[in-house]
């Protein structure tokens, strides 16, 4: 079964730092591009960032809203995906998700197709 | 980064009414566009991606279609299990996602 499993989320300070991790299984990890994506309650779904897989030089993109505080990296051997976040803040308490995109010349063409169950984090003193 | 607009952002009809949701990018982003459904409580579920294609599983009565910068979701025969949220999403950049269509059965 292709999965996607997050973990890791919790209770945080803000100021503090925490590392998601997302563990893969079912599929050939390092052929896909890796994104997080988050949903804070109530609200809509927020792309993080994505770091693409290695044949496409393993580069990472990143949104404007977490880009000097959120590093996406990957360990293909193990399969899995991490995403560190430092100087959390309140406004980042959120449902995180890891997802899955297949890439055709240099972009996630195929959409996301596989999602984890999400792992939740909550940001707060 | 692209700014993605959805409309409406909500919507109700009833079972077997044909339902639109439009999405606009603030620039073009040739067909590298996502739609995806999400139900209360649930993980997204990929339904379309390059604008028009059916990801695996997906029933035929959704259909997607645009380029540039305008798309469309259409729900050809609304069923209750189609009661969600609809999001779009481009691939031609940072992934971003528009704001989200609920959906309502009447």
């Known amino acids: 079964e292709v999965q996607l499993v997050e973990s890791g989320g919790g209770l945080v300070q803000p100021g503090r730092s925490l590392r998601l991790s997302c563990t893969a299984s079912?599929?050939?990890?390092?052929?896909?591009?890796i994104s997080w994506v988050r949903q804070a309650p109530g609200k809509g779904l927020e792309g993080l960032g994505f770091?693409?897989?290695?044949?496409?030089?393993?580069?990472?993109g990143y949104a404007a809203s977490v880009k000097d505080r959120f590093t996406i990296s990957r360990d293909d051997s193990k399969s899995i995906a991490y995403l560190q976040m430092n100087s959390l803040k309140t406004e980042d308490t959120a449902v995180y998700y890891c997802?899955?995109?297949?890439?055709?010349?240099?972009?996630?063409?195929?959409?996301?197709?596989?999602w984890g169950q999400g792992t939740t984090v909550t940001v707060s003193s | 980064d692209i700014q993605m607009t959805q409309s409406p952002s909500s919507l109700s009809a009833s079972v077997g009414d044909r339902v639109t949701i439009t999405c606009r990018a603030s620039?073009?982003?040739?067909?590298?566009l996502n739609w995806y459904q999400q139900q209360p409580g649930k993980a997204p579920k990929a339904l379309i991606y390059?604008?028009?294609r059916l990801q695996s599983g997906v029933p035929s009565r959704f259909s997607g279609s645009g380029s540039g910068t305008d798309f469309t979701l259409t729900i050809s025969s609304l069923q209750p299990e189609d009661s969600a949220t609809y999001y779009c999403?481009?691939?031609?950049?940072?992934?971003?996602f528009g704001g989200g269509t609920k959906v309502e059965i009447k």
């Open positions: 997802t899955r995109g297949d890439m055709v010349r240099g972009k996630i063409y195929y959409g996301l197709d596989v």
């Open positions: 079912g599929f050939t990890f390092g052929d896909y591009a």
């Open positions: 770091i693409k897989s290695k044949p496409y030089g393993g580069t990472t």
């Open positions: 620039q073009s982003i040739n067909n590298y």
């Open positions: 390059a604008a028009s």
């Open positions: 999403q481009e691939s031609y950049t940072s992934l971003t």
